[in-house]
T-cell receptor, first 112, second 113 residues
Framework: SQKIEQNSEALNIQEGKTATLTCNYT??????LQWYRQDPGRGPVFLLL?????KEKRKERLKVTFDTTLKQSLFHITASQPADSATYLC???????????FGAGTQVVVTP | ETGVTQSPTHLIKTRGQQVTLRCSSQ?????VSWYQQALGQGPQFIFQ???????GRGNFPPRFSGLQFPNYSSELNVNALELDDSALYLC????????????FGEGSWLTVV
């Protein structure tokens, strides 16, 4: 069955450092992969989408890589700030358009 | 602001009751999906509506049903509520095209007692 795995333990990081999150998947051949941010009690907010033919994508302090051979995506937050503290979700499209399957998310805590 | 609004934001229901949750999509979006998110988990796909027709369904029983209206707003109905239905219900809207951004509402928190 299709599975998406993200680090289950919270990532505690000091302000200014780079946070790196992992998303591994099995039994998918995704055309693209998405990352979302979710704050407590709120809906997910879209951050980045990376296509299967793209190795890397950047948006401001965020960087995503996508390795379809390893079936893995890495999500980096550079120069992290306390405001980056949130849960980050990885999502793949399942068997039909727009039907996303999400990982459980990784909580990031950035301390001053 | 995603332009996707959901109501109500919080509600409490008793086991066995029925609930209707509502979603107003972002202007111009013709596709709406509903997700259930239990505490500590990622969102789980319930179903999707495109041009008022159900267009894909996740692993949820028939007591979860929906509607999409001509103005692309949507409802999620859950009958015979069970305690395990307690969760955050998220509506997501988009324009149907591969790789388009999907916008989520803030969700409706349902507690079943």
């Amino acid at each position: 069955s299709q599975k998406i795995e993200q680090n289950s333990e919270a990532l505690n990081i000091q302000e200014g450092k780079t946070a790196t999150l992992t998303c591994n998947y099995t039994n998918y051949s995704p055309a693209y992969l998405q990352w979302y941010r979710q704050d407590p009690g709120r809906g997910p907010v879209f951050l980045l989408l990376i296509r299967e033919n793209e190795k890397e994508k950047r948006k401001e302090r965020l960087k995503v890589t996508f390795d379809t051979t390893l079936k893995q995506s890495l999500f980096h937050i550079t120069a992290s700030q306390p405001a980056d503290s949130a849960t980050y979700l990885c999502a793949l499209e399942s068997d039909s358009w727009g039907k996303l399957q999400f990982g459980a998310g990784t909580q990031v805590v950035v301390t001053p | 602001e995603t332009g996707v609004t959901q109501s109500p934001t919080h509600l409490i229901k008793t086991r066995g009751q029925q609930v209707t949750l509502r979603c107003s999509s972002q202007s111009g979006h013709n596709t709406v999906s509903w997700y259930q998110q239990a505490l500590g988990q990622g969102p789980q796909f319930i179903f999707q509506y495109y041009r008022e027709e159900e267009n894909g369904r996740g692993n949820f029983p028939p007591r979860f049903s929906g509607l999409q209206f001509p103005n692309y707003s949507s409802e999620l109905n859950v009958n015979a509520l069970e305690l395990d239905d307690s969760a955050l219900y998220l509506c997501a809207s988009s324009f149907r095209s591969s790789g388009n951004t999907i916008y989520f509402g803030e969700g409706s928190w349902l507690t079943v007692v």
